[in-house]
């Protein structure tokens, strides 16, 4: 099993955009847009192509092209690199009772070792320590106290011959993004993971790569593009709003991140041949561009991140973003804008919603290409 438990942090972050504020990255989406079931396949899914390079804020000249997942067989070459997040979502939610009889919903945000963990839990009112839950009738556990950020999570404790692991592949339900308004089904199991999900630990989906198949991964192979992979476990912290609209006082949630010696090479041998190093999702980027920070350079690293990147930060490694479309106001938002461009992605999305693509986890993709320009906005 991975090792959960928190690492070092990095403390040298790239300052925050300090004249962009939250309002910024508001957008309008009717609600029918965000999408409630995957596609009957999942590459049927529509892809909004977008090359930003050369363009400007001063001068949103970008290309936008309307087309389907497919293309990305054509928009990505031999010489390329792809990057995965290899991380595999836990049926982290669990329903229960307290001892009093008061209803418990618990989410893990993340497993400790076998026994313990650190959650999210809702209830009338917040368990104390040394309280018992009893989960899905069937997992017993004991409330340790207090933890995370402002006491926001909970250490929970499994009395069980069973790991953690084990007790949440028996009895825990996929846990759907909040904006999903429906309980989860056996069908979310196989697709709210990606065909390449290895390593347990993410309590949300890495979504850009929930469009790839078997097939599709096979036809790139077979035309020689090379691909490694990364860990991010995706924590729930992912769907939480920026509350203040000062950017420089969010305080970004930590998420464990692992980028291995096999990948830095990969991506050292991508640049030497003059090919693009194609990032899938977001937590790809945020992966690669961590292991950046303590020198400049990439390097292997793991350990927890909080890199919170907005427009003009300088991209280190990445050229090519393959992504979802994002919530307003999210940290994900600010990322893809740094990315390719603010004046570039709004008009994108605006483009997207009046096209009436499907938003969000179970929605449509993006295909990004860094812009050359660093915008002061």
Known sequence: MP???????????????????????????????????PLGERTASRLLQIDSAGTSTDDSTAKIVDGVFADVLSLIQPNDLLVFNDTRVIPARLFGIKETGGKVEVLVERVLDDHTLLAHIRASKSPKADTLLTLEENIQAKVLGRAGQNGSLFKLEFVDDLTVLQLLEQYGHIPLPPYIERTDSDDDKERYQTVFADKPGAVAAPTAGLHFDDGIMQALKEKGVAMAHVTLHVGAGTFQPVKTDDLTEHVMHA????????????????????????????????????????????????????????????????????????????????????FAGYETIFEAYRFAVEKKYRFFSYGDAMFLTKSNFSESV
Do not use: W
């Open 255 to 338: 998420e464990y991140v692992e980028v291995n010696a096999e990948t830095c090479d990969a991506i050292e041998a991508c640049h030497q041949r003059g090919g693009r190093v194609v990032a899938v999702g977001t937590t790809t980027v945020r992966s690669l561009e961590s292991a950046c920070v303590k020198t400049g350079k990439l390097e292997p690293f793991s350990g927890d991140t909080r890199l919170f990147i907005t427009p003009g930060y300088e991209f280190k490694v990445v050229d090519v973003l393959l992504t979802n479309f994002h919530l307003p106001g999210s940290t994900l938002l600010m990322l893809v804008s740094a």
């Open 3 to 37: 090792h959960h438990a928190p690492h070092t942090q990095l403390t040298e972050y790239p300052e925050v955009n300090q004249t962009m504020k939250l309002s910024d990255f508001h957008y309008d989406l009717p609600p029918e847009l965000i999408a409630q079931q």
